[in-house]
């Protein structure tokens, strides 16, 4: 940065609060992918896209696609809260520390994480409650692998991912106990081409089912090409995948939060706050269950997406025990927000290790 | 843990590494002459998008990867009139080069989001394709993975044993001196930029047609960032290239496949190792003292002098 460009932006900061009133409230999107991806990001995208719908004219938002997780987003939010916005949404769990750091030197800019644990008085943490969806996907894979194996590509081992697997394994087992998982850590978000080898090498393997927790629709495309493999849509519908490979989908709808929070910057009346929404309040969608699904795996499945909505039943509901034998949950005992949150261990009958 | 089948795995390595290995091959010849494009990634993507939309309207993948290979280079000759014929610096223009690539597949791309193209059918080459093991290992690839191939012999051995190959490195090791014995310098330079972006194009047709296959937005996700490094890693020589590009190509699909098959493996090393062998490399040719990087290369030539 040079001298006048520090000058520049010293007087847009002063300037700003003279006329903070008049202006519209601007609303910022870090992603970590492109809008175009046909997952993750695309749907962040359109929770924007329903933002400005619903503000009009009081709104303006502004957008950062493919922002490298680590120090550049530094500098992509640094910049962001520099050219005026009022509040900004970080939209991947990578982008925690580096919200953390410019939150602290922009007092009067809201800071909204997506997945984090990390809050402060102007950063607040959303998310969904994934491993809900997880659940139904884990018993529509049990009952319908032949091969009993199933193949899940994991992104990087953190605490949703790997809620993300127990989840899928509790549901798969149950119904079907000789099930097995390969779990194959890609280390990206989003690499088409790394995501549909990691697809392939699972198919290779015998796995029939593919689940994914990476953005692209590669792995869709990788299994289409493959035949006899059924996947699942991640946090998009892919609705471009049906009715097989693609049988159902999570489908996380973040505009009515979006909204939200940008009303309550409107009204002045936005607090620090950490949300977990789940499938009752319509932040975890479960899309389209197709044909290619037997019509009875389809009515527990729906039933089970009830039970959940309804608070009747918990995914993680004990007698659970962790990979080691250990104990975690007695019988009847349901795990608390906390231990899931920082949940770093796999979940009696999983294989492997998670990487550190 | 169960084993890995050598020739599934072999099968995936090769087309794992091909895009890499068309686009690496390209700037080997571009930088051979003198000049550092590093829009390899812009050319990449848009030879994907092109690739696949012509592919998809004409069900032809043969003219997808055609109208993929002119789109990129005809991409590229933009950077090379601003380079060449303007003097702009190279550096800033090759990543101009990058972003407006990847700008303008976005734009390009969104109608084909989601659909499916023509696949490339792999080479029946009768008896030799129905040997055991070696069949699959060796012939029964799609035709794109034996272009590569035989596009990094044919650059060798232009490089090597022809007189355009002896002008061209002449170009880029000395351009004064190329000049003053009366090669046109500016012409070579734009002729060479020219098969640096059809080979790019083609890379990142193989992509969106072979590989994924599927158009996705950004979807080359650092493949001509990778395909620079090879350049550098290979030392500027083709059979090298070939090497550089398998090895990355073979590490990437061999930990996924050795993690499929449930083997414990270091993922978080091996899925850096690649990059890890690359600086290694650079640390010991640089060591060495012999670079083996083209004397004029990234040097801006000004023919009035």
């Known amino acids: 940065m040079n001298r006048r460009t520090l000058l520049a932006s010293a007087a847009i900061l002063a300037a700003a609060p003279a006329f903070a009133q008049d202006d519209p409230v601007k609303a910022g999107f870090i992603y970590v992918g492109p809008i175009g991806d046909g997952g993750w990001t695309y749907e962040h995208n359109q929770a924007r896209l329903a933002v400005e719908e619903h503000f009009g004219d009081a709104v303006e938002t502004v957008y950062q696609e493919s922002v490298p997780e680590g120090a550049d987003a530094v500098r992509a939010i640094t910049q962001m809260a520099l050219s005026g916005a009022d509040i900004i949404f970080t939209t991947s769990f990578g982008y925690m520390d580096p919200t953390m750091e410019v939150a602290a030197k922009f007092p009067d800019v809201k800071f909204e994480h997506a997945t984090g644990y990390k809050t402060a008085d102007n950063v607040s943490t959303y998310s969904a409650r994934f491993y809900e969806g997880r659940a139904i996907q884990g018993h529509i894979a049990g009952s319908m692998t032949e091969t009993n194996k199933i193949g899940y590509i994991a992104s990087f081992p953190i605490p949703e991912v790997i809620r993300g697997i127990n989840s899928a394994y509790l549901h798969a087992s149950k119904v079907n106990p000789d099930v097995e998982f390969s779990v194959v850590w890609a280390y990206t978000w989003f690499d088409p081409a790394k995501e549909a080898d990691a697809a392939r090498a699972l198919i290779e393997n015998g796995n029939d089912v593919i689940l994914q927790h990476t953005d692209s629709t590669a792995p869709q495309a990788a299994a289409q090409e493959a035949g006899d493999v059924i996947t699942f849509g991640q946090a998009s519908d892919m609705a471009e995948y049906k009715p097989q490979p693609r049988v159902s989908s999570i489908i996380d709808d973040w505009a009515p939060y979006y909204i939200d929070r940008v009303q309550a910057v409107i009204d002045g009346t936005w607090e620090s706050q950490q949300v977990w929404h789940g499938i009752d309040e319509g932040m975890v969608e479960i899309g389209e269950i197709t044909d290619a699904v037997p019509e009875e795996v389809r009515e527990e499945a729906l039933a089970l997406k009830e039970e959940i909505a309804s608070g009747e039943y918990h995914p993680f509901t004990g007698p659970i025990n962790r990979q080691d034998g250990s104990a975690w949950l007695a019988e009847g005992e349901t795990a608390d927000d906390g231990t899931l949150l920082g949940m770093d261990f796999y979940v009696e009958g999983l294989t492997g290790e998670i990487p550190n | ?305």
């Open chain 2, 1 to 305: 843990m169960e084993s890995i089948n050598p020739i599934l795995l072999i099968a995936s390595i090769m087309v794992s590494a091909t895009p890499i290995l068309l686009a690496a091959i390209g700037e080997t010849v571009v930088e051979r002459s003198g000049v550092l494009n590093l829009g390899v990634e812009g050319m990449m993507i848009t030879g994907a998008v092109v690739g696949f939309a012509v592919a998809v309207n004409s069900g032809s993948p043969g003219a997808g990867f055609a109208a993929a290979a002119l789109a990129s280079a005809v991409l590229s000759l933009s950077f090379g009139v601003l380079t060449q014929l303007l003097l702009s610096n190279q550096v800033a223009t090759g990543l101009g080069l990058t972003l407006v690539g990847l700008g303008l597949s976005a734009l390009i791309g969104k109608p084909y989001e989601g659909m499916k193209s023509p696949t490339l059918p792999k080479l029946d080459l009768g008896p030799l394709s129905d040997l055991p093991i070696l069949g699959r290992i060796l012939f029964s690839h799609d035709i794109m993975v034996y272009l590569s191939i035989a596009l990094v012999a044919a650059v060798w051995a232009v490089l090597k044993f022809t007189r355009a190959g002896l002008i061209l490195r002449a170009v880029g090791e000395n351009h004064d001196a190329a000049h003053a014995l009366g090669y046109k310098v500016v012409r070579i330079r734009l002729m060479a930029i020219f098969f640096g972006g059809a080979c790019a194009g083609l890379g990142g047709a193989y992509l969106s047609l072979v590989r994924v296959p599927q158009w996705t937005e950004g979807m080359t996700a650092g493949a001509g960032w990778i395909a620079l490094a090879i350049v550098v890693f290979a030392s500027w020589r083709p059979w090298r290239v070939l090497i550089g590009a398998y090895l990355f190509g073979g590490v990437t699909v061999l930990q996924l496949n050795l993690q499929a098959a449930g083997a414990d493996v270091p993922v978080a090393i091996l899925s850096a190792s690649p990059y890890l062998v690359t600086i290694l490399v650079l640390v010991i040719i640089s060591a060495r003292g012999v670079h083996g990087a083209p004397g004029s290369l990234g040097r801006p030539f000004h023919p009035g002098l």
